[in-house]
């Protein structure tokens, strides 16, 4: 079974010369979130980032190849949540986390490892989140 990272690098897409603009991408990513994108079509109406961390990371990644994904638990007050996140250098210190919000203010990261880019555990249904969120977001910044 493929990683995301070489699935999407197999579609056939152009990836942009340069990045597009982190707050661009942001909001490009936003505008494509769906059910059919989160976690087990899991959806929270006062967070439209829930259930979007796995898939949003992988985009992120094919935007900004030089971020990882880490992989980790959040503890959020009440519960420990698992969570994925983009990070340069294998350090929390450089990261791009554009999913956080669905977390309550004041949660914190406990524990976190870095996922090996060519890691094939992803399953089927996880591809085609990932392969629809790319091809969104790269339909409205063609707008």
């Known amino acids: 079974?493929?990683?995301?990272?070489?699935h999407l690098a197999g579609l056939g897409l152009s990836r942009?010369?340069?990045?597009?603009?982190?707050?661009?991408?942001?909001?490009?990513?936003?505008?494509?979130?769906?059910?059919?994108?989160a976690y087990r079509g899991a959806t929270r109406q006062e967070s439209r980032a829930f259930g979007q961390c796995y898939p949003t990371s992988r985009v992120v990644q094919w935007f900004?190849?030089?971020?990882?994904?880490?992989?980790g638990e959040v503890w959020t007050g009440q519960s420990?949540?698992?969570?994925?996140?983009?990070?340069r250098g294998g350090g929390a210190d450089d990261s791009i986390d554009l999913t956080w919000?669905?977390?309550?203010?004041?949660?914190?990261i406990r524990s976190y490892v870095v996922l090996g880019r060519h890691d094939t555990?992803?399953?089927?249904?996880?591809?085609?989140?990932?392969?629809?969120?790319?091809?969104?977001?790269?339909?409205?910044l063609s707008r």
């Open 64 to 71: 900004y190849p030089e971020f990882e994904i880490a992989s």
């Open 1 to 6: 079974m493929p990683s995301s990272t070489d």
């Open 16 to 37: 942009p010369e340069s990045p597009e603009s982190l707050p661009r991408l942001a909001e490009a990513l936003e505008a494509s979130w769906g059910p059919d994108t």
């Open 101 to 108: 919000a669905q977390f309550p203010e004041g949660s914190t």
């Open 121 to 140: 555990s992803d399953s089927p249904p996880t591809l085609t989140r990932c392969e629809i969120l790319l091809r969104r977001v790269l339909a409205h």
């Open 80 to 87: 420990t949540e698992w969570h994925f996140w983009n990070v």
